[in-house]
């Protein structure tokens, strides 16, 4: 049974060659072109290896085959890693709100809580960019890069707080300078 409210692909199609732009019937290649969702990678795909099976573990090395379902070690806690770490990089960003508000809600200018509002951010900047760096150039795949990227790191990070530390004690501060700025 026919229906009146549906249309014939054939109507649909000459309706549309009707009302169609020039810039429609262009190749779609053309167009993708200038689309911005491109994957573009920094750094090449490693080779697809399927870890943990029984096939990857020769018998030459006695060891009992794992297979998909064993579960992962477990690394053992560190200081400097995993959730003492994650816990640190919270505590100094969580630090870094009132220290940016209580200088000027305040009105004293304290040079004490000024040196630890600039060591703030510069450790808060710090674990920052070392994360971006861990993130986007792995040691395992890019070592130099890695190696040389993290003492461009270091190097940035104690000429920075070397600059904040004679701005400090040569000058007026840094909020000081901020209040000066904001009221200029």
Not at 41 to 60: C, E, M, R, W, Y
Not at 126 to 139: K, S, T, V
Request: charged share 15%.
């Amino acid at each position: 049974m026919a229906s009146i409210a549906r249309q014939s692909p054939l109507l649909r199609q000459t309706c549309l060659s009707a009302f169609r732009t020039p810039f429609a019937t262009k190749n779609v290649s053309q167009a993708v072109a200038f689309h911005a969702s491109a994957k573009k990678q920094i750094l090449p795909p490693l080779p697809q290896t399927i870890q943990g099976t029984s096939t990857s573990i020769p018998d030459s090395l006695k060891i009992k085959p794992r297979s998909l379902n064993d579960p992962a070690p477990i690394p053992t806690p560190h200081p400097s890693e995993g959730s003492y770490h994650w816990t640190f990089e919270r505590a100094i960003s969580a630090g870094l709100v009132p220290l940016t508000i209580a200088p000027f809600a305040a009105g004293s200018l304290n040079p004490v809580m000024d040196a630890v509002l600039c060591s703030f951010i510069v450790l808060h900047s710090h674990i920052g960019f070392q994360a971006a760096i861990i993130d986007y150039f792995p040691n395992r795949r890019v070592p130099k890069t890695a190696t040389f990227c993290n003492w461009l790191l270091r190097a940035f990070t104690l000429t920075t707080a070397v600059g904040l530390y004679e701005f400090e004690t040569n000058d007026v501060g840094v909020t000081e300078a901020i209040k000066r700025v904001w009221k200029a």
